[in-house]
């Protein structure tokens, strides 16, 4: 495709030892932000926060990302579709929203209302990395990411697309690949 693409792949692995994240500590990310960390197990988002903040750097006319996210956006609509939030131009996201539909790859929106933020703030730093209640949980998590952002932002959460365990349209068992249809075909609408 002719189009300048940066793609930032935030990998880590999650291992136990004596230097690990626990419940409570304060982190400071690429940006300085501190994050309360209150869930261990929502480290996906704090590494993905990292290289969001780091996109800045490219002055992005947009940025999407894709992550098995959350439990919560797997439970809100299954393996039908994936969870999309944004504080993008509506026409980016209708052409996301119609390059899913046209591949099967389908996209529900979520909202991302600035009230989910009071969810996320913190005594003792910037944010917290959960709510400290279980509503919203897929768009707490997008809330957390889009405060790393200032370039329009699509959050697209794959939890409940990216691994099935039953034959859906044309994927079979297993890894779905669930997203690489969907932005080639989004890319190739700028075309």
């Known amino acids: 495709l002719p189009l300048h693409i940066i793609a930032l792949i935030p990998a880590t692995d999650n291992r136990v030892d004596g230097n690990a994240v626990v419940s409570g500590d304060v982190l400071t990310l690429y940006n300085g932000t501190t994050v309360e960390v209150l869930n261990t197990d929502a480290e996906g988002r704090l590494i993905l926060a990292d290289a969001l903040a780091y996109a800045?750097?490219?002055?992005?006319?947009?940025?999407?990302?894709?992550?098995?996210l959350t439990g919560a956006a797997a439970r809100a609509i299954g393996k039908y579709a994936s969870v999309a939030m944004h504080c993008a131009a509506e026409d980016d996201f209708a052409r996301l929203k119609c390059?899913?539909?046209?591949?099967?790859?389908?996209?529900?929106?979520?909202?991302?209302?600035?009230?989910y933020q009071e969810l996320l703030k913190s005594e003792i730093a910037d944010i917290r990395n959960i709510s400290t209640g279980t509503e919203g949980g897929?768009?707490?998590?997008?809330?957390?990411?889009?405060?790393?952002?200032?370039?329009?932002y699509i959050h697209i959460d794959i939890a409940g697309t990216a691994f099935t365990t039953s034959r859906y349209n044309y994927r079979g068992l297993g890894a779905t690949g669930v997203g690489v249809r969907l932005l080639f075909n989004y890319f190739l609408s700028y075309l």
Do not use: M, S
């Not at 897929?138 to 329009?152: D, E, R, V």
């Open 56 to 68: 800045n750097q490219y002055q992005p006319k947009i940025v999407i990302d894709l992550a098995t």
């Open 99 to 115: 390059a899913g539909d046209h591949v099967c790859e389908r996209i529900v929106e979520f909202p991302l209302w600035d009230d």
């Open 138 to 152: 897929a768009i707490t998590a997008g809330k957390f990411l889009q405060y790393f952002t200032n370039y329009p």
